[in-house]
């Protein structure tokens, strides 16, 4: 048999032709225009011939483009549809998730994630990035918080993070109004401060600092200790929601401050149709969302 083209060159092609231009084919593919260009290159240098001439508007394919252009998009649909029918959701899918998001909101939620996919096997690791990388890591996905545009990765928005203070019952009724905090001890999850700070700011306050304050490792462990009335923590409601419910801590104000950070799911773009990755992906906008 002889040796078949390389099949990143194939679907760069495919994409040129369907958007007209390596722009367009490089956003549908979430790659940059010059990777779009090197792929389309060496299928060019392959079969010895130009596959596209440049137009005002942006491409289009020459004579042996025309020749080439179906055949690929058949066997692209024909693979595809292989795939999906040989691939079994019986499987393991590494999952990587920021520490606090994986104790407080993911492992209560497991149960639930299992009923729903029995077959799938959700290998958990935690590790806080702010920078998916994925040439370190075995993890087929990453939760990564921050404000998104990081190269070379899919980013499925999942939930903004919007910053509230936590504190026991009995220390929310000595705080009346914000300006209150200043009696308080403030917990921190980052030595630079930031969340406080942000929320300060959104409430009005720039310049409040508390009698004292205590810095933690992660965010789970500045909530812990909130919620041994040590200060008061603060935190992304969302991830705390079961422990607000509980009643242990509470919201001492209604005032909840957008960080300018959100979570997303992100995962390399030539995964982006593995079905685990997608089922996983729909089961976790629904719980987030929902």
């Keep these: 048999m002889a040796a078949l083209p390389p099949l990143y060159a194939l679907q760069a092609f495919l994409a040129a032709a369907d958007c007209g231009s390596f722009t367009g084919a490089a956003t549908r593919l979430n790659l940059t225009q010059g990777a779009v260009s090197r792929q389309v290159q060496l299928l060019e240098e392959y079969y010895g011939c130009p596959l596209f001439v440049r137009v005002a508007r942006g491409l289009t394919l020459t004579a042996e483009g025309q020749q080439l252009i179906a055949p690929v998009r058949q066997a692209m649909t024909t693979l595809s549809e292989a795939s999906a029918r040989v691939r079994r959701v019986s499987d393991v899918l590494r999952v990587q998730f920021p520490p606090t998001m994986a104790v407080r909101w993911f492992l209560p939620r497991l149960p639930e994630l299992q009923a729903a996919l029995p077959g799938l096997e959700i290998r958990v ?73 942000t929320w300060l700011r959104g409430a009005g306050l720039p310049d409040l600092q508390g009698t004292g304050e205590q810095l933690f490792d992660t965010l789970d462990m500045c909530v812990q200790s909130a919620e041994r009335g040590q200060g008061v923590a603060i935190a992304d409601a969302a991830l705390f929601a079961d422990l607000i419910a509980s009643g242990k801590v ?41």
């Design 250 to 290: 509470v919201k001492p104000f209604d005032i909840e401050v957008d960080s300018g950070n959100a979570y997303f799911l992100t995962y390399p773009p030539e995964r982006r149709e593995q079905r685990n990755i997608r089922l996983f992906e729909e089961w976790l906008v629904s719980a987030l969302r929902g």
């Design 125 to 197: 690791a935690t590790h806080w990035t702010d920078a998916p990388d994925f040439s370190n890591t075995d993890a087929d996905v990453i939760i990564a918080h921050g404000k998104g545009g990081w190269p070379q990765v899919v980013e499925v928005p999942l939930m903004r993070e919007r910053l509230v203070p936590l504190c026991i019952p009995e220390i929310a009724a000595t705080l009346q109004q914000p300006a209150d905090l200043a009696g308080a001890t403030l917990l921190h999850a980052r030595a630079n401060r930031h969340e406080w700070q």
